[in-house]
């Protein structure tokens, strides 16, 4: 388990947030803290350039803090970067400020270098739909609940000994909930036994920790998982709610809607890994890698 293995649905509630920290990769770290982070092209982006463009964007701020977000932030800067080089290669004239600035000029450029689509058929919509059957239907919701020793100051080992006394509890017969109750550095689930709630694992990020828990039988406990240098933690489901498919007929004007953004989607993702060919872009900061990247040896 990598130091994104966090539950991103439920790290307002879990995790004290302090004097605004980024969650990013490479732990939890301040905004004050600069590094180099990607190179694109012959420009360097830096942590203090991605946050300087989060706290003027509103729909970036919020990922600031939360697991992964800092990482999305920074594909979005490169996807940009990339687009603008791109169209200065080609001479697409640049709107004013007035008239809608870096905003206008990004949709400028994916216009003129995406394809124009056929409109979609019905069949289109149909394959989609029963190619996506998780997006029609309600969610895998699983009643989960924890046991966490947070990682205090680097102490390392305290945490393990700590969770390691919790799951010899466990091995003797004393209840989760008691166990939850004495061991727990949660103070959110601590009083309630370790109780969660319910949640849908569609919010869990990332898949190998979504896994873990979907491999969990209901009254299963899970062994110790260690979060890199935030946390260990035990796991406990105790009821699942199993996932109900929505009928085409309910969902037919979502699924137009989605079927349409799915293609777009594609065809941007398809031409950005054109133009990281064409610019180059380098991460110079493994950790900050998109997560479906391969890491470097």
């Known amino acids: 388990m990598n130091r994104r293995l966090y539950i991103s649905v439920l790290v307002s509630a879990m995790l004290c947030l302090s004097a605004q920290p980024i969650y990013a990769g490479t732990g939890i770290i301040s905004m004050n803290e600069d ?5 694109v092209h012959d420009h360097v982006i830096t942590l203090q350039e991605l946050v300087s463009f989060a706290k003027g964007s509103p729909n970036f701020y919020g990922h600031l803090q939360i697991p992964c977000g800092p990482e999305k932030i920074l594909e979005e800067m490169i ?3 990339l687009l603008v080089l791109e169209g200065q290669d080609r001479n697409i004239p640049k709107p004013t400020e007035d008239q809608g600035g870096m905003e206008l000029y990004i949709r400028r450029v994916l216009k003129y270098l995406l394809p124009e689509f056929p409109p979609l058929t019905e069949a289109d919509v149909r394959t989609f739909y029963e190619k996506h059957t998780e997006v029609f239907s309600t969610p895998l919701m699983l009643r989960v609940f924890q046991i966490k020793a947070l990682i205090k100051n680097g102490d390392v080992a305290s945490a393990l000994a700590r969770i390691e006394s919790a799951r010899q509890a466990l091995n003797k017969g004393t209840t989760f909930g008691d166990v939850a109750r004495m061991y727990s550095d949660d103070s959110f689930s601590r009083d309630r036994g370790g109780e969660l709630g319910f949640i849908p694992m569609e919010k ?6 979504e896994q873990t828990l979907r ?4 009254g299963q406990i ?3 998982v260690r979060m890199d240098q935030a ?4 796991y406990l489901v105790k009821d699942r709610r199993e996932p109900v498919l929505d009928p085409y007929e309910q969902v037919a004007d979502a699924a137009w809607e989605k079927a349409k ?3 777009r989607a594609s065809a941007q993702a398809k031409l950005c ?3 990281e060919n064409k610019w180059g872009v380098e991460y110079i900061d493994p950790e900050w890698k998109p997560i479906n990247m391969e890491k470097n040896p």
């Open 231 to 234: 946390f260990f933690v035990i």
């Open 204 to 209: 869990i990020d990332p898949p190998e920790l």
């Open 35 to 39: 590094r180099s982070l990607a190179r």
């Open 79 to 81: 996807r940009r970067r």
């Open 222 to 224: 899970s062994d110790i």
């Open 273 to 275: 890994r054109k133009l």
């Open 261 to 263: 953004q799915d293609r």
């Open 215 to 218: 491999a969990l039988a209901v």
